[in-house]
Protein backbone atom coordinates (compact mmCIF):
# COMPACT_ATOMS: atom_id res chain seq x y z
CA UNK A 1 0.00 0.00 0.00
CA UNK A 2 1.08 3.30 -0.87
CA UNK A 3 1.21 6.68 1.34
CA UNK A 4 -0.51 9.45 1.38
CA UNK A 5 -3.52 7.65 0.38
CA UNK A 6 -6.34 9.39 -2.23
CA UNK A 7 -9.89 9.53 -0.27
CA UNK A 8 -10.51 12.96 -1.86
CA UNK A 9 -12.43 11.76 -5.03
CA UNK A 10 -15.20 14.17 -4.57
CA UNK A 11 -12.27 16.87 -5.55
CA UNK A 12 -11.39 14.95 -8.80
CA UNK A 13 -10.53 11.54 -9.47
CA UNK A 14 -6.92 9.83 -10.86
CA UNK A 15 -7.18 9.66 -14.36
CA UNK A 16 -7.87 5.85 -15.47
CA UNK A 17 -4.90 4.58 -17.57
CA UNK A 18 -7.28 3.49 -20.40
CA UNK A 19 -8.26 6.96 -20.85
CA UNK A 20 -4.64 8.16 -21.01
CA UNK A 21 -4.31 5.20 -23.75
CA UNK A 22 -7.20 6.50 -25.48
CA UNK A 23 -6.01 10.59 -25.74
CA UNK A 24 -2.61 9.95 -26.29
CA UNK A 25 -2.37 9.85 -30.25
CA UNK A 26 -4.08 12.36 -30.46
CA UNK A 27 -1.62 14.81 -29.18
CA UNK A 28 1.29 14.67 -31.47
CA UNK A 29 -0.12 12.14 -34.08
CA UNK A 30 -3.79 13.43 -34.57
CA UNK A 31 -3.25 16.84 -33.85
CA UNK A 32 -5.92 18.59 -36.50
CA UNK A 33 -8.53 21.30 -35.46
CA UNK A 34 -11.76 19.76 -35.77
CA UNK A 35 -13.09 22.36 -37.90
CA UNK A 36 -11.10 22.27 -40.37
CA UNK A 37 -13.24 21.05 -43.20
CA UNK A 38 -10.68 21.03 -45.68
CA UNK A 39 -8.07 18.31 -45.09
CA UNK A 40 -7.70 14.65 -43.51
CA UNK A 41 -6.16 15.99 -40.23
CA UNK A 42 -9.67 17.99 -39.46
CA UNK A 43 -11.45 14.80 -40.57
CA UNK A 44 -9.43 12.78 -38.56
CA UNK A 45 -10.13 15.19 -35.55
CA UNK A 46 -13.63 15.78 -35.91
CA UNK A 47 -14.20 11.94 -36.21
CA UNK A 48 -12.64 11.54 -33.14
CA UNK A 49 -14.95 14.44 -31.03
CA UNK A 50 -17.96 12.36 -33.11
CA UNK A 51 -16.88 9.57 -30.94
CA UNK A 52 -16.61 10.95 -27.97
CA UNK A 53 -19.77 13.15 -28.23
CA UNK A 54 -21.31 9.54 -29.25
CA UNK A 55 -19.80 7.77 -25.87
CA UNK A 56 -21.18 10.74 -24.12
CA UNK A 57 -24.98 10.73 -25.24
CA UNK A 58 -25.08 6.76 -24.38
CA UNK A 59 -24.05 7.45 -21.08
CA UNK A 60 -26.96 9.56 -20.42
CA UNK A 61 -29.49 8.47 -22.63
CA UNK A 62 -29.51 11.69 -25.01
CA UNK A 63 -28.58 11.89 -28.83
CA UNK A 64 -25.29 12.90 -29.64
CA UNK A 65 -26.11 16.12 -31.03
CA UNK A 66 -27.13 17.47 -27.45
CA UNK A 67 -23.86 17.45 -26.34
CA UNK A 68 -22.05 20.74 -25.72
CA UNK A 69 -18.66 20.47 -25.01
CA UNK A 70 -17.56 23.08 -22.75
CA UNK A 71 -14.26 23.59 -20.22
CA UNK A 72 -15.34 21.85 -17.24
CA UNK A 73 -18.90 21.33 -15.32
CA UNK A 74 -18.32 25.30 -14.00
CA UNK A 75 -19.02 26.85 -17.26
CA UNK A 76 -21.34 24.11 -18.13
CA UNK A 77 -23.14 25.82 -14.85
CA UNK A 78 -22.98 29.26 -16.27
CA UNK A 79 -23.84 28.94 -19.90
CA UNK A 80 -26.88 26.79 -18.74
CA UNK A 81 -28.25 29.71 -16.48
CA UNK A 82 -26.90 32.75 -18.55
CA UNK A 83 -27.46 31.58 -21.63
CA UNK A 84 -31.48 30.36 -20.77
CA UNK A 85 -31.75 33.83 -18.98
CA UNK A 86 -30.96 35.81 -21.99
CA UNK A 87 -32.39 34.03 -23.87
CA UNK A 88 -35.88 33.61 -22.35
CA UNK A 89 -35.95 36.94 -20.21
CA UNK A 90 -39.15 38.46 -22.42
CA UNK A 91 -40.98 35.28 -21.15
CA UNK A 92 -39.98 35.85 -17.28
CA UNK A 93 -36.33 36.45 -15.09
CA UNK A 94 -37.48 34.17 -12.09
CA UNK A 95 -34.76 31.04 -11.53
CA UNK A 96 -35.17 28.12 -8.45
CA UNK A 97 -32.47 26.71 -7.26
CA UNK A 98 -31.87 25.29 -4.20
CA UNK A 99 -29.15 26.20 -1.41
CA UNK A 100 -27.64 23.01 -1.16
CA UNK A 101 -26.08 23.73 -5.07
CA UNK A 102 -21.89 23.85 -5.70
CA UNK A 103 -21.38 27.38 -5.56
CA UNK A 104 -20.90 27.34 -10.01
CA UNK A 105 -25.19 27.56 -9.14
CA UNK A 106 -25.26 29.69 -6.55
CA UNK A 107 -22.57 32.51 -7.57
CA UNK A 108 -23.96 32.43 -11.16
CA UNK A 109 -27.49 32.77 -9.19
CA UNK A 110 -25.84 35.38 -6.90
CA UNK A 111 -24.27 37.35 -9.92
CA UNK A 112 -27.50 37.60 -11.95
CA UNK A 113 -29.61 38.57 -8.85
CA UNK A 114 -26.94 41.70 -8.25
CA UNK A 115 -27.18 42.71 -11.55
CA UNK A 116 -31.03 43.00 -11.94
CA UNK A 117 -31.23 40.53 -14.46
CA UNK A 118 -32.72 37.59 -12.59
CA UNK A 119 -34.54 37.26 -9.45
CA UNK A 120 -33.77 33.77 -7.33
CA UNK A 121 -35.76 31.53 -5.27
CA UNK A 122 -33.44 29.44 -3.26
CA UNK A 123 -35.25 26.43 -1.94
CA UNK A 124 -33.92 24.73 1.57
CA UNK A 125 -33.45 21.11 1.86
CA UNK A 126 -34.47 18.74 4.51
CA UNK A 127 -32.24 17.14 7.25
CA UNK A 128 -30.93 14.89 4.92
CA UNK A 129 -30.12 17.42 2.13
CA UNK A 130 -32.72 16.82 -0.03
CA UNK A 131 -35.10 19.01 -2.31
CA UNK A 132 -38.49 18.74 -1.93
CA UNK A 133 -40.34 18.28 -5.06
CA UNK A 134 -43.26 19.95 -3.71
CA UNK A 135 -41.44 22.98 -2.95
CA UNK A 136 -40.09 23.49 -6.33
CA UNK A 137 -43.84 23.09 -7.52
CA UNK A 138 -44.78 25.88 -4.48
CA UNK A 139 -42.16 28.15 -5.91
CA UNK A 140 -43.06 28.20 -9.55
CA UNK A 141 -44.90 31.69 -11.06
CA UNK A 142 -45.78 32.55 -14.72
CA UNK A 143 -42.27 34.54 -14.45
CA UNK A 144 -40.17 31.37 -13.55
CA UNK A 145 -38.15 30.34 -16.60
CA UNK A 146 -35.57 28.03 -15.32
CA UNK A 147 -34.91 25.34 -12.31
CA UNK A 148 -31.64 24.38 -11.45
CA UNK A 149 -31.16 21.35 -9.13
CA UNK A 150 -28.15 19.19 -8.57
CA UNK A 151 -28.28 15.42 -9.11
CA UNK A 152 -26.18 14.91 -5.91
CA UNK A 153 -24.46 17.19 -3.43
CA UNK A 154 -20.50 17.48 -3.56
CA UNK A 155 -20.16 17.55 -0.16
CA UNK A 156 -23.08 15.15 1.71
CA UNK A 157 -23.53 12.86 -1.70
CA UNK A 158 -27.47 13.32 -1.46
CA UNK A 159 -28.93 12.60 -4.38
CA UNK A 160 -32.29 14.64 -5.38
CA UNK A 161 -35.50 13.28 -6.60
CA UNK A 162 -34.63 14.45 -9.83
CA UNK A 163 -37.06 12.94 -12.00
CA UNK A 164 -39.69 13.66 -9.70
CA UNK A 165 -38.43 17.37 -9.95
CA UNK A 166 -38.39 16.97 -14.14
CA UNK A 167 -41.57 16.18 -14.47
CA UNK A 168 -43.19 19.57 -12.29
CA UNK A 169 -40.89 21.11 -14.68
CA UNK A 170 -42.30 19.83 -17.88
CA UNK A 171 -46.15 19.75 -16.56
CA UNK A 172 -45.20 23.73 -15.73
CA UNK A 173 -43.69 24.36 -18.94
CA UNK A 174 -40.11 25.56 -17.08
CA UNK A 175 -36.88 24.35 -18.54
CA UNK A 176 -35.06 22.41 -16.11
CA UNK A 177 -31.22 22.53 -15.47
CA UNK A 178 -29.92 19.68 -13.46
CA UNK A 179 -25.98 20.02 -12.22
CA UNK A 180 -24.91 16.32 -12.31
CA UNK A 181 -21.00 16.72 -11.83
CA UNK A 182 -21.22 14.18 -8.85
CA UNK A 183 -23.95 11.63 -10.33
CA UNK A 184 -22.77 11.22 -13.78
CA UNK A 185 -20.85 7.96 -13.82
CA UNK A 186 -21.70 6.67 -10.07
CA UNK A 187 -25.23 6.38 -10.79
CA UNK A 188 -27.59 5.71 -13.69
CA UNK A 189 -28.43 9.18 -15.72
CA UNK A 190 -31.40 9.68 -17.60
CA UNK A 191 -32.13 12.61 -19.13
CA UNK A 192 -35.59 11.57 -20.76
CA UNK A 193 -36.40 9.60 -17.49
CA UNK A 194 -35.42 12.44 -15.44
CA UNK A 195 -37.35 15.04 -17.66
CA UNK A 196 -33.58 17.30 -17.61
CA UNK A 197 -33.74 20.15 -20.04
CA UNK A 198 -30.00 20.75 -19.66
CA UNK A 199 -27.25 18.61 -17.64
CA UNK A 200 -23.27 20.03 -16.59
CA UNK A 201 -21.43 17.29 -15.88
CA UNK A 202 -17.65 16.87 -16.25
CA UNK A 203 -14.34 14.79 -16.85
CA UNK A 204 -11.98 14.62 -14.17
CA UNK A 205 -14.83 13.25 -11.89
CA UNK A 206 -15.18 10.29 -13.85
CA UNK A 207 -11.71 9.12 -14.18
CA UNK A 208 -11.13 11.37 -17.16
CA UNK A 209 -8.30 14.01 -17.78
CA UNK A 210 -9.04 17.75 -16.34
CA UNK A 211 -10.05 20.74 -18.44
CA UNK A 212 -13.32 19.45 -20.09
CA UNK A 213 -17.03 19.00 -19.37
CA UNK A 214 -19.99 19.27 -21.25
CA UNK A 215 -23.73 20.82 -21.46
CA UNK A 216 -26.62 18.45 -21.94
CA UNK A 217 -28.83 20.54 -24.17
CA UNK A 218 -32.28 19.07 -25.08
CA UNK A 219 -33.11 19.56 -29.14
CA UNK A 220 -36.51 18.00 -28.66
CA UNK A 221 -39.97 18.45 -26.86
CA UNK A 222 -38.32 21.39 -25.86
CA UNK A 223 -36.27 22.86 -28.50
CA UNK A 224 -34.18 24.29 -25.20
CA UNK A 225 -32.67 27.59 -27.02
CA UNK A 226 -29.06 29.28 -25.34
CA UNK A 227 -27.54 32.49 -26.16
CA UNK A 228 -23.79 31.50 -26.09
CA UNK A 229 -21.38 33.39 -24.02
CA UNK A 230 -18.44 32.63 -25.69
CA UNK A 231 -18.68 34.48 -29.30
CA UNK A 232 -16.43 33.29 -31.82
CA UNK A 233 -15.96 30.34 -34.20
CA UNK A 234 -19.49 29.48 -34.14
CA UNK A 235 -18.71 26.07 -32.84
CA UNK A 236 -21.64 23.91 -31.16
CA UNK A 237 -24.06 24.76 -32.68
CA UNK A 238 -23.05 28.31 -31.91
CA UNK A 239 -23.57 27.78 -28.29
CA UNK A 240 -19.65 27.63 -27.39
CA UNK A 241 -17.00 28.89 -29.29
CA UNK A 242 -13.75 27.84 -29.44
CA UNK A 243 -11.38 25.26 -30.81
CA UNK A 244 -12.28 21.81 -29.35
CA UNK A 245 -9.65 20.33 -27.04
CA UNK A 246 -9.65 16.98 -29.14
CA UNK A 247 -7.25 14.56 -26.77
CA UNK A 248 -9.48 16.16 -23.70
CA UNK A 249 -12.69 14.95 -25.47
CA UNK A 250 -11.29 11.97 -26.83
CA UNK A 251 -10.46 10.87 -22.96
CA UNK A 252 -13.82 12.28 -21.42
CA UNK A 253 -15.31 10.23 -24.39
CA UNK A 254 -13.25 7.07 -23.43
CA UNK A 255 -14.06 7.91 -19.38
CA UNK A 256 -17.64 8.00 -20.06
CA UNK A 257 -17.96 4.48 -22.11
CA UNK A 258 -15.87 3.06 -19.01
CA UNK A 259 -18.28 4.55 -16.54
CA UNK A 260 -20.76 2.85 -18.74
CA UNK A 261 -19.54 -0.82 -18.79
CA UNK A 262 -18.78 -0.83 -15.09
CA UNK A 263 -20.82 1.07 -13.29
CA UNK A 264 -23.09 -2.11 -12.41
CA UNK A 265 -19.91 -3.75 -11.06
CA UNK A 266 -18.13 -0.71 -9.48
CA UNK A 267 -20.96 1.26 -8.13
CA UNK A 268 -21.40 -1.79 -5.59
CA UNK A 269 -17.89 -2.71 -4.73
CA UNK A 270 -17.83 1.26 -3.87
CA UNK A 271 -20.37 1.25 -1.85
CA UNK A 272 -19.37 -1.84 -0.08
CA UNK A 273 -16.37 -0.54 1.07
CA UNK A 274 -18.09 2.86 1.85
CA UNK A 275 -19.99 0.91 4.42
CA UNK A 276 -17.67 -0.76 5.80
CA UNK A 277 -16.17 2.28 6.57
CA UNK A 278 -19.29 3.89 7.97
CA UNK A 279 -19.91 1.21 10.53
CA UNK A 280 -16.70 0.74 11.54
CA UNK A 281 -15.53 4.34 12.62
CA UNK A 282 -19.20 5.23 13.54
CA UNK A 283 -19.38 1.66 16.24
CA UNK A 284 -16.50 2.95 17.32
CA UNK A 285 -16.98 6.67 17.99
CA UNK A 286 -19.74 8.08 19.90
CA UNK A 287 -20.94 10.62 19.21
CA UNK A 288 -20.32 10.71 15.61
CA UNK A 289 -22.91 11.35 13.42
CA UNK A 290 -23.54 10.97 9.35
CA UNK A 291 -24.11 14.17 7.08
CA UNK A 292 -26.45 12.96 4.02
CA UNK A 293 -28.81 10.55 3.62
CA UNK A 294 -28.74 7.15 4.99
CA UNK A 295 -29.27 5.66 1.63
CA UNK A 296 -30.40 7.95 -1.02
CA UNK A 297 -26.37 8.89 -1.06
CA UNK A 298 -23.55 8.21 -4.04
CA UNK A 299 -21.59 4.89 -3.35
CA UNK A 300 -18.54 6.24 -2.91
CA UNK A 301 -19.47 9.19 -0.28
CA UNK A 302 -19.57 9.44 3.21
CA UNK A 303 -19.46 12.60 5.27
CA UNK A 304 -19.32 12.11 9.10
CA UNK A 305 -19.15 14.86 11.84
CA UNK A 306 -17.64 14.13 14.87
CA UNK A 307 -18.46 15.86 18.18
CA UNK A 308 -15.83 17.90 20.37
CA UNK A 309 -13.07 17.57 17.68
CA UNK A 310 -12.36 20.69 15.27
CA UNK A 311 -12.09 19.57 11.56
CA UNK A 312 -8.81 20.60 10.31
CA UNK A 313 -6.89 19.36 13.51
CA UNK A 314 -8.91 15.80 12.14
CA UNK A 315 -6.98 15.88 9.01
CA UNK A 316 -3.80 17.64 10.19
CA UNK A 317 -3.91 14.10 12.20
CA UNK A 318 -4.55 12.28 9.06
CA UNK A 319 -1.91 13.95 6.90
CA UNK A 320 -1.56 10.71 4.90
CA UNK A 321 -4.93 10.59 4.08
CA UNK A 322 -6.13 13.14 1.56
CA UNK A 323 -9.46 14.37 2.79
CA UNK A 324 -11.58 17.42 2.89
CA UNK A 325 -13.04 19.05 5.77
CA UNK A 326 -16.38 21.32 5.80
CA UNK A 327 -14.29 23.02 8.47
CA UNK A 328 -13.54 26.73 8.88
CA UNK A 329 -9.63 26.74 8.85
CA UNK A 330 -9.05 24.89 5.73
CA UNK A 331 -11.05 27.05 3.07
CA UNK A 332 -10.03 31.00 2.31
CA UNK A 333 -13.56 31.88 3.76
CA UNK A 334 -13.21 30.87 7.16
CA UNK A 335 -17.11 29.65 7.43
CA UNK A 336 -17.82 26.37 8.03
CA UNK A 337 -19.62 24.29 5.35
CA UNK A 338 -22.82 26.15 3.85
CA UNK A 339 -24.21 22.73 2.79
CA UNK A 340 -23.83 21.48 6.22
CA UNK A 341 -25.63 24.28 7.75
CA UNK A 342 -28.71 23.88 5.13
CA UNK A 343 -28.97 20.60 7.07
CA UNK A 344 -29.70 22.10 9.94
CA UNK A 345 -25.85 20.63 11.16
CA UNK A 346 -25.32 23.04 14.35
CA UNK A 347 -21.93 25.19 13.41
CA UNK A 348 -19.85 23.34 15.99
CA UNK A 349 -20.26 20.37 14.46
CA UNK A 350 -20.48 21.38 10.91
CA UNK A 351 -16.88 22.28 11.86
CA UNK A 352 -15.97 18.81 13.17
CA UNK A 353 -16.64 17.18 9.76
CA UNK A 354 -15.04 14.94 7.62
CA UNK A 355 -15.67 14.27 3.98
CA UNK A 356 -14.16 10.69 2.58
CA UNK A 357 -14.79 10.05 -1.26
CA UNK A 358 -14.20 7.00 -2.66
CA UNK A 359 -13.37 5.99 -5.94
CA UNK A 360 -12.14 3.58 -8.90
CA UNK A 361 -8.57 3.17 -7.46
CA UNK A 362 -9.46 2.84 -3.62
CA UNK A 363 -8.57 -1.20 -2.15
CA UNK A 364 -9.67 -2.93 0.84
CA UNK A 365 -6.38 -2.49 2.47
CA UNK A 366 -6.50 1.34 2.36
CA UNK A 367 -9.93 1.41 3.83
CA UNK A 368 -8.47 -0.67 6.94
CA UNK A 369 -5.91 2.09 7.34
CA UNK A 370 -8.33 4.73 7.06
CA UNK A 371 -10.51 3.06 9.74
CA UNK A 372 -7.51 2.54 12.47
CA UNK A 373 -6.55 6.04 11.39
CA UNK A 374 -9.60 7.50 12.48
CA UNK A 375 -10.29 6.33 15.23
CA UNK A 376 -6.69 6.65 16.65
CA UNK A 377 -7.20 10.16 15.27
CA UNK A 378 -10.70 11.17 16.84
CA UNK A 379 -9.99 9.61 20.36
CA UNK A 380 -5.99 11.16 20.68
CA UNK A 381 -8.09 14.96 19.83
CA UNK A 382 -10.99 14.04 22.14
CA UNK A 383 -8.42 13.73 24.86
CA UNK A 384 -7.05 16.86 23.96
CA UNK A 385 -10.42 18.28 23.55
CA UNK A 386 -11.86 20.75 26.67
CA UNK A 387 -15.63 19.97 25.11
CA UNK A 388 -14.80 16.76 25.55
CA UNK A 389 -13.87 16.68 29.29
CA UNK A 390 -16.40 19.00 29.72
CA UNK A 391 -19.24 16.56 28.14
CA UNK A 392 -17.54 13.61 30.15
CA UNK A 393 -18.37 15.81 33.08
CA UNK A 394 -22.64 16.02 32.59
CA UNK A 395 -22.22 20.17 31.64
CA UNK A 396 -24.30 20.92 28.88
CA UNK A 397 -22.14 22.73 26.49
CA UNK A 398 -25.17 24.53 24.70
CA UNK A 399 -26.10 25.83 28.28
CA UNK A 400 -22.08 27.37 28.52
CA UNK A 401 -22.04 31.40 28.35
CA UNK A 402 -18.98 31.39 25.35
CA UNK A 403 -17.03 34.68 24.39
CA UNK A 404 -17.88 34.27 20.86
CA UNK A 405 -15.19 36.29 19.36
CA UNK B 1 -2.00 25.17 3.83
CA UNK B 2 1.84 23.93 4.94
CA UNK B 3 2.44 24.00 8.84
CA UNK B 4 5.65 25.25 10.57
CA UNK B 5 8.02 22.62 12.00
CA UNK B 6 7.10 23.96 15.18
CA UNK B 7 3.49 23.64 14.78
CA UNK B 8 3.77 20.06 13.33
CA UNK B 9 5.63 19.50 16.60
CA UNK B 10 3.42 20.63 19.15
CA UNK B 11 0.67 19.02 17.50
CA UNK B 12 2.58 15.86 17.01
CA UNK B 13 3.61 15.83 20.89
CA UNK B 14 1.82 18.48 23.16
CA UNK B 15 3.27 19.41 26.32
CA UNK B 16 1.50 19.57 29.16
CA UNK B 17 -1.80 18.39 27.73
CA UNK B 18 -3.92 17.91 30.45
CA UNK B 19 -6.06 19.11 33.45
CA UNK B 20 -5.73 19.92 37.03
CA UNK B 21 -7.62 19.14 39.62
CA UNK B 22 -11.00 21.59 39.80
CA UNK B 23 -9.67 22.03 43.80
CA UNK B 24 -6.50 21.91 43.60
CA UNK B 25 -4.45 24.15 45.43
CA UNK B 26 -3.22 27.26 43.65
CA UNK B 27 -4.65 26.77 40.13
CA UNK B 28 -6.39 29.00 37.70
CA UNK B 29 -7.87 28.44 35.04
CA UNK B 30 -8.84 30.27 31.98
CA UNK B 31 -10.55 28.82 28.95
CA UNK B 32 -11.59 31.44 26.02
CA UNK B 33 -13.27 30.73 22.75
CA UNK B 34 -16.76 29.16 21.42
CA UNK B 35 -17.17 25.78 19.87
CA UNK B 36 -19.14 27.63 16.85
CA UNK B 37 -16.42 29.68 16.05
CA UNK B 38 -14.44 26.28 15.66
CA UNK B 39 -11.85 26.95 18.92
CA UNK B 40 -12.20 26.92 22.32
CA UNK B 41 -8.81 26.66 24.69
CA UNK B 42 -8.44 25.86 28.53
CA UNK B 43 -5.17 26.84 29.85
CA UNK B 44 -4.46 26.54 33.73
CA UNK B 45 -1.50 27.64 35.97
CA UNK B 46 -0.67 26.09 39.08
CA UNK B 47 1.07 28.91 41.34
CA UNK B 48 3.45 28.65 44.35
CA UNK B 49 5.09 31.55 46.01
CA UNK B 50 3.84 33.72 43.24
CA UNK B 51 5.64 31.88 40.64
CA UNK B 52 3.80 29.09 37.86
CA UNK B 53 5.30 25.69 38.70
CA UNK B 54 3.08 23.77 36.07
CA UNK B 55 0.52 24.81 33.71
CA UNK B 56 -1.53 22.47 31.49
CA UNK B 57 -3.62 22.91 28.23
CA UNK B 58 -6.53 21.24 26.81
CA UNK B 59 -7.84 22.75 23.22
CA UNK B 60 -10.60 22.29 20.61
CA UNK B 61 -9.54 23.82 17.39
CA UNK B 62 -7.25 23.58 14.26
CA UNK B 63 -3.26 22.58 14.89
CA UNK B 64 -2.11 26.35 15.05
CA UNK B 65 -4.62 26.86 17.70
CA UNK B 66 -3.30 23.32 19.68
CA UNK B 67 0.35 24.62 19.01
CA UNK B 68 0.07 28.12 20.56
CA UNK B 69 -2.11 26.67 23.63
CA UNK B 70 0.79 23.81 23.96
CA UNK B 71 3.69 26.62 23.38
CA UNK B 72 1.85 28.92 26.08
CA UNK B 73 2.01 26.35 28.67
CA UNK B 74 6.08 25.59 27.83
CA UNK B 75 6.42 29.58 28.53
CA UNK B 76 4.47 29.95 31.58
CA UNK B 77 6.14 27.27 33.19
CA UNK B 78 8.75 29.08 35.89
CA UNK B 79 7.89 32.19 34.99
CA UNK B 80 6.40 34.64 37.79
CA UNK B 81 2.54 36.12 37.16
CA UNK B 82 4.32 39.50 36.13
CA UNK B 83 6.69 37.85 33.58
CA UNK B 84 3.44 35.37 32.76
CA UNK B 85 1.76 38.61 32.27
CA UNK B 86 4.46 39.84 29.52
CA UNK B 87 3.62 37.03 27.17
CA UNK B 88 2.48 38.89 23.92
CA UNK B 89 0.33 37.07 20.92
CA UNK B 90 3.20 38.41 18.84
CA UNK B 91 5.40 36.41 20.34
CA UNK B 92 3.64 33.38 19.30
CA UNK B 93 2.99 34.09 16.22
CA UNK B 94 6.32 34.81 15.63
CA UNK B 95 8.29 31.29 17.61
CA UNK B 96 5.08 29.33 15.34
CA UNK B 97 5.82 30.76 12.31
CA UNK B 98 2.06 31.39 12.05
CA UNK B 99 0.52 32.72 8.46
CA UNK B 100 -1.92 35.71 8.43
CA UNK B 101 -4.55 33.47 8.78
CA UNK B 102 -4.20 31.85 12.01
CA UNK B 103 -3.22 34.90 14.43
CA UNK B 104 -6.17 34.83 16.07
CA UNK B 105 -4.75 31.47 17.53
CA UNK B 106 -1.99 33.50 19.08
CA UNK B 107 -4.72 35.98 20.44
CA UNK B 108 -6.70 33.25 21.62
CA UNK B 109 -3.60 32.17 23.90
CA UNK B 110 -3.05 35.39 25.24
CA UNK B 111 -6.05 35.96 25.56
CA UNK B 112 -6.37 32.14 28.25
CA UNK B 113 -3.33 32.94 29.65
CA UNK B 114 -4.61 36.51 31.06
CA UNK B 115 -8.08 34.31 31.92
CA UNK B 116 -5.94 32.15 33.68
CA UNK B 117 -3.80 34.58 35.92
CA UNK B 118 -7.06 36.70 36.44
CA UNK B 119 -8.41 33.58 37.49
CA UNK B 120 -6.11 32.68 39.99
CA UNK B 121 -5.64 36.54 41.51
CA UNK B 122 -9.14 36.42 42.10
CA UNK B 123 -9.22 32.81 43.80
CA UNK B 124 -5.98 34.27 45.72
CA UNK B 125 -7.57 37.18 46.46
CA UNK B 126 -10.81 35.75 47.73
CA UNK B 127 -8.71 33.61 49.89
CA UNK B 128 -6.57 36.23 51.24
CA UNK B 129 -9.08 38.94 51.76
CA UNK B 130 -7.12 41.62 49.90
CA UNK B 131 -8.80 40.91 46.23
CA UNK B 132 -11.99 42.99 45.81
CA UNK B 133 -15.07 41.15 46.64
CA UNK B 134 -16.88 39.77 44.22
Not at chain 1, 23 to 47: C, I, Q, T
Not at chain 1, 207 to 217: D, I, Q, R
Not at chain 1, 297 to 302: D, E, I
Not at chain 1, 373 to 389: A, Q
Amino acid sequence: MKLPIFLDNHSTTPMDPRVLEAMLPYFVEKFGNAASRNHAFGWEAEEAVEQARKQLAKLINADAKEIVFTSGATESDNLALKGVLEMYREKGTHIITSSTEHRAVLDTAKSLEAKGLATVTYLPVDKHGMVNPDDVRNAITDKTILISVMLANNEIGTINPVAEIGKIAKAKGVLFHCDATQGVGKIPVDVQAMGIDLMSFSAHKIYGPKGVGALYVRKKNPRVRLVPQMDGGGHERGMRSGTLPVPLIVGFGKACELCGAEMATEAPRIAAMRDRLQTAIMNALEESYLNGHPTERLPGNLNISFAYVEGESLLMGMKDIALSSGSACTSATLEPSYVLRALGVGTELAHSSIRFGLGRFNTDEEIDYAIKKVIEVVTRLREMSPLYEMAKEGIDLKSVQWAAH
Amino acid sequence: MAYSDKVVDHFNNPRNMGSFGKDEEGVGTGMVGAPECGDVMKLQIKVQNDRIVDAKFKTFGCGSAIASSSLATEWLKGKTIEEAEQIKNTDIVQELNLPPVKIHCSVLAEDAIKAALADYQKKAGSKTGTGSAQ
